[in-house]
């Protein structure tokens, strides 16, 4: 993989941390006409986690960022479980989607200081 393909892995993977870590009002209506909540959670799940994988084997992001990346990957995972957490009113209300949005701005706090 050369710098050029990991650049745009790692400007890919800082627009979907921002997404995920943006007000949830800003989020409903960046993804309307989508389901907001499935989209951020596939989005961060899928392509973020992924992203993440590649960075750190090319020492983009260190043990510690992926670190956070796990643990908000096992949140969105446990929350899967519950129905209750999918809808706008949970993406706006909820402790878990909240803890979720504080933790992505954590590590977009990281990478963006590094």
Not at 37 to 49: K, P, Q, V
Not at 62 to 68: R, V
Request: glycine share 2%; hydrophobic share 40%.
């Amino acid at each position: 993989m050369d710098i050029n393909e990991i650049m745009q892995i790692y400007d890919r993977f800082i627009e979907i941390l921002e997404e995920f870590s943006m007000p949830p009002q800003e989020q409903i209506k960046k993804l309307h006409g989508t389901v907001v909540a499935d989209e951020l959670a596939t989005d961060f799940s899928d392509i973020g986690f992924a992203y993440a994988e590649i960075l750190k084997e090319n020492q983009w992001i260190n043990q510690e960022q992926f670190h956070i990346m796990e643990v908000i990957n096992n949140m969105l995972d446990e929350m899967s479980e519950d129905s209750n957490l999918w809808d706008e009113n949970a993406l706006i209300y909820s402790k878990e989607w909240k803890d979720c949005r504080q933790n992505g701005k954590r590590l977009l706090d990281t990478l963006i200081s590094s």
